[in-house]
């Protein structure tokens, strides 16, 4: 009974575990969002027009809608600015901040309701909307 009890135990965790991270998955992307996507090894100003899990519909800015495409991960990074609001993840988990500098394509930000302490320069990756 006791193995039956910790083998129980043992496959809930294990199946909870899987299924917690993806909770605190963000999109990589939000509708009106600006950011730059990449095409044939080069990084284009774009804006985002729609969401479809991990894969943004994007416009680029300065050229015609026949150029719009969906683009996922692998080709997309944020844009923010100094100012803008943001969820940063840190260990597994999503907190609330702001972007305070933005240099070689990293992003200084501080945690709200928490001191300059906690301030650091992370890549786009752990940055969403």
Do not use: H
Request: hydrophobic residues 40%; charged residues 20%; contains cysteine.
């Amino acid at each position: 009974m006791k193995n039956k009890v910790l083998f129980g135990a043992i496959f809930m965790a294990t199946w909870v575990g899987t299924l917690i991270p993806s909770a605190f998955a963000a999109s990589p992307c939000s509708v009106g969002q600006k950011a730059e996507v990449l095409w044939k090894e080069a990084w284009y100003p774009a804006t985002v027009l729609k969401v479809n899990n991990d894969n943004c519909y994007i416009t680029y800015e300065g050229y015609d809608s026949s150029w719009n495409e969906w683009v996922g991960t692998g080709r997309f990074r944020a844009s923010f600015e100094a100012g803008d609001a943001v969820r940063i993840l840190w260990k597994g988990k999503w907190y609330q901040g702001q972007v305070l500098e933005v240099s070689n394509n990293l992003y200084k930000i501080t945690y709200d309701g928490y001191d300059s302490s906690w301030d650091e320069w992370v890549e786009p990756s752990r940055v969403s909307r």
